[in-house]
């Protein structure tokens, strides 16, 4: 699914010379309205590529290794108890874990955190979350989780019936959220205005592409 995808953090999805912006790109000024302002935002932004990246060993990711408590941080370690425990209420298997994927019809590229195969009986749908951890879920998490969603099934051939969206936050009391989204084919409509706005901002010269 990854294969020929090419991407750097802050850069745009590369696939034959053809660059995307990326979804958190299209919506950046959405998230930093509900960004945290401080003079520690870089820490909470830090804390937060090193959570993912905890989720991503724990579950497996890279070469299958799984993660060690004993040499994960001890402000990291919370937040990994809080998605076990999340994980054992509401058992899943991992499909994929830090998926890039694109969109040529809608000319965009992003990295989903998870996409899950519920467990609990009566259940076919597959879940995509994307994992939080701020204070809260940001709204644009909706939009986020349903561009991932259009692009993933626009790549793989699925039925985005099948797949329901989620922000599921984390928090350094150890403790999981889930939220679940109701209406991803209107979030994605309102994700497609965004990324009008942002090329009209890009061809105006009002900011600058890919950031």
Not at 22 to 43: I, K, N, P
Not at 91 to 96: A, K, L, M, R, Y
Not at 154 to 168: Q, R, S
Request: glycine share 12%; charged share 25%; net charge positive.
């Amino acid at each position: 699914m990854t294969s020929g995808i090419l991407h750097e953090p802050g850069g745009p999805y590369i696939v034959g010379g053809q660059k995307y912006p990326g979804v958190t790109t299209v919506l950046e000024t959405l998230f930093r309205r509900a960004a945290t302002c401080s003079e520690d935002r870089d820490y909470y932004l830090e804390r937060g590529s090193v959570v993912h990246k905890a989720v991503w060993l724990d579950v497996g990711g890279g070469d299958g290794s799984g993660l060690s408590d004993n040499n994960l941080d001890p402000i990291i370690l919370p937040f990994i108890q809080g998605f076990r425990g999340f994980r054992k209420l509401h058992p899943f298997e991992v499909i994929q874990s830090e998926l890039s994927v694109i969109s040529r019809i809608f000319g965009y590229g992003g990295t989903l955190d998870l996409l899950v195969k519920w467990l609990k009986k009566g259940t076919d749908r597959l879940g995509l979350l994307d994992i939080k951890s701020g204070s809260k879920i940001p709204v644009g998490t909706k939009y986020q989780t349903s561009a991932y969603r259009k692009a993933f099934c626009e790549t793989a051939k699925v039925d985005k019936k099948l797949i329901t969206t989620h922000g599921l936050l984390l928090t350094p009391e150890g403790k999981a959220q889930l939220e679940t989204y109701k209406y991803p084919d209107t979030n994605f409509q309102i994700f497609l205005h965004y990324l009008g706005c942002y090329h009209a901002e890009v061809n105006e010269g009002i900011r600058k592409p890919w950031g």
